[in-house]
């Protein structure tokens, strides 16, 4: 019996990470492949360290080609949104870090069409907002703007359709209707979409490497029945677990509840108060108890979210595990450091988002790989 | 009991063009009609006056919107092919003449991406390389460089693209897999294809006049029911018959079979040899014969091909009806006037074609209207 689903529409229950390695048929990140990337990149990505990225398809290969000097290339993307969250971030700021250490470039779709088609209630004119919105967040992440392409399916879409009817072209209806939830009464634009999705992983004759949420993962199989018969390689990937919504440990966070979500925009106070008053505690009902008898930072989301990537230090989240254990640190002080880390990371990415308004022109037009990318039609 | 069938894949059998309008639902060109078309153009075109274009929607409304200085445009387009034959060319000179006679816009859609997806057998590069040969065939019919933009869907897609979004997400799979004849085993970008081929009925806020054979009525049905709802006028449509195949009365002139069509790029003596050896006629077994029961105009296809377009003498036709009926005129005469006649045809063709060449640029890039449409991008 199955207590938990994933899928790309869905994640619900307490997610068995091993279990669905083995459902998916994806790889474990092994004690050895971790130590080959720090060989390579230098040093561990704290969410490597901690295992929030934990499986993958093909990174060995990726790692080959970047040994052997051949190289490689990295693809994320964003479906525009009203306001991005915290847990929207996870797998940009790891996919700087990336890009950081292995000097590659970086493509990142941004599917204002994918979102407006899929959602009637949606205007287009509302998906572009979010989209400029949305781009001023990933590029406060800190890309390299020389190595970094963003992109509009609406805006890039002439550079990418002669590639994208050959990948439509190899995938029927059929095909698409299980893993993208379509049926009879889908509109047909949403139903040509997959081909957009897949056609950046072509956009080099590299090995291409997703970083991404598992969930995710379905997507990338239709990429990897076709693409060799195209000339391109399977799109490597490697993928993150879910950062828990803050209400408690299952699922993932949804902007559909904003109340387990800490929005990018979210000031100070309310910060605090969300995780104050929602984020679900792992600690004892009264303070005479929690001194007694310790917290449980498995199923406590402030530690979790700690652990993920707020207290990067590993030698104080082990400070920080044992004292809330043993009972030496209370909720309240627990909920208050995670208060201070995310207030401070989020006042820095809106300095950041900023300084990103100058910046939009070269990650989408002008940067160096930006404008060796309008100049090139994708066959 | 139906004795033809009339869909966009196949005409088949000899058709009742007065049951094909009750079974469309389309409205016939009465003299009314033809009439007002006579006093707005100054004139009649031979096809009209033949009745080869018999039939349209909402005509009337654009012809009145031409009255009151609203104007209108031209809408046509070509699957591109490794050959046109005459057949393909007759839609193209009957839309010279409408835009000759009203001085209005043409677009013409060049379909390699919807040829290519259609087609197990073709490679994209196959059906760019027809579509820049059959734009020069298009071309040397002699549209107004001006007025008419000449784009291939692969190049002009980013100007299309937002805009057929919006057309796709009113389109479901249900609705147009019946009207382009899709299933579940259908390739995903040959079911997007129908949005892109209905942008182009709203590239103005005019009204939109589209010439083309009744087999393809079906395909602007979607169009009339979602135009208003994007804020654009219905498609309007004008409708000619089938140019019968070389082989006979019955059906359409396909490329399928060589034999029955005469192809641009056909010699004089090829021409000859086709017309001389397969052209199916209604004239009698022997000379005697002939001499004395007359020949059968009704079913000869080398005196339809003359009524529909080749001889356009309105007098000088009427002459060969009488002598072939009366016996006077015999089959391989007859077949002569026409060799001749297409001989003269095609040698002119082929010169406008050579001069083509230094005009494609002007159609699909530089001319005036070529210049604002790709300045323009359809939302």
Known sequence: MQDFTVNPWEVKGKV???????QFGTQPITDELRERIRKDAGELHVMLRRKVFFSH???????????????????????????????HLIPFIFTKWLQERFKVNLYIEITDDEKFMRNPDYSLEDTRKWAYDNILDIIAVGFDPDRTFIFQDTEYIRNMYPLA???????????????????????????????LQIVPTMFEKKRCLIPAGIDQDPYWRLQRDIAES??????????????????????????????????????????????????????????????????????????????????????????????????????????????????????RHRENRERAKELVKDFKYEGKLAKAMWEKVHE
Chains 1, 2 share one sequence.
């Open 230 to 347: 195209l000339g391109y390689f399977k799109a490597s990937q490697i993928h993150s677990k879910f950062l828990p919504p803050l209400t408690g440990i299952e699922g993932k966070m949804s902007s559909s509840s904003p109340d387990s979500a800490i929005y990018l925009v979210d000031d100070k106070e309310t910060v605090r108060r969300k995780v104050m008053k929602y984020a679900f505690s792992g600690g004892q009902p009264t303070v005479e108890l929690h001194r007694k008898l310790g917290g449980n930072t498995e199923i406590d989301v402030p530690f979790q979210w700690l652990y993920y990537f707020f207290e990067e230090d590993d030698k104080r989240i082990e400070e920080i595990k044992e004292e809330y254990s043993s009972g030496k640190l209370l909720t309240g002080e627990l909920k208050q450091i995670l208060v201070d880390k995310l207030n401070s990371f989020l006042e």
């Open 57 to 87: 398809r093909d990174l060995e290969s990726v790692l080959k080609d970047y040994e052997e000097g051949k190289g490689f290339f990295l693809y994320t993307g964003r479906a525009p949104s009203l306001g991005m969250h915290i847990g």
């Open 16 to 22: 068995d990470y091993d279990k669905l390695i083995q």
């Open 165 to 195: 009817t050959k990948v439509a072209k190899k995938m029927t209806f059929s095909e698409v209707k299980a893993t993208f939830g379509l049926d009879f009464s889908s509109n047909i634009g949403i139903i040509f979409y997959p081909a």
